[in-house]
């Protein structure tokens, strides 16, 4: 059963910083993109970054030079690494595999793109 489960979230001030994990099971990440989502209430889900089976990383504007994605494919993890957070990246982060042709390569950043869900992991930047 293929499953993905993030980890990482937490309350921080801003400024700060947190490490986000997207961990598999019952499939290898090896060969699959992963791309990052966040879901603030009473908001739709909007993309936040995605990176490619050959380790190419792609980021909306709101986080770039702030967030980067990476993967170590030996623990079948991608991980987000946000610094610098601000109030306004609170959400619930998810990530999820592209349900396209080809699930090496990134799709563009919209949720219809992107399926098996995990249940999310809350980041609360606040002071």
């Known amino acids: 059963q293929v499953q993905l489960v993030e980890s990482g979230g937490g309350l921080v001030e801003p400024g700060g910083s947190l490490r986000l994990s997207c961990t598999a099971s019952?499939?290898?990440?090896?060969?699959?993109?992963i791309g990052w989502f966040r879901q603030a209430p009473g908001k739709e889900r909007e993309g936040v970054s995605c990176?490619?089976?050959?380790?190419?990383?792609y980021y909306v504007d709101s986080v770039k030079g702030r967030f980067t994605i990476s993967r170590d494919n030996a623990k079948n993890t991608v991980y987000l690494q946000a610094n610098s957070l601000k109030p306004e990246d609170t959400a619930v982060y998810y990530c999820g595999t592209p349900v396209g042709r080809f699930p090496y390569l990134c799709p563009h950043l919209e949720s219809s793109e992107y399926g098996n869900w995990g249940q999310g992991t809350q980041v609360t930047v606040s002071s």
């Open positions: 990176i490619t089976a050959y380790n190419e990383g």
């Open positions: 019952g499939f290898t990440l090896d060969n699959w993109s």
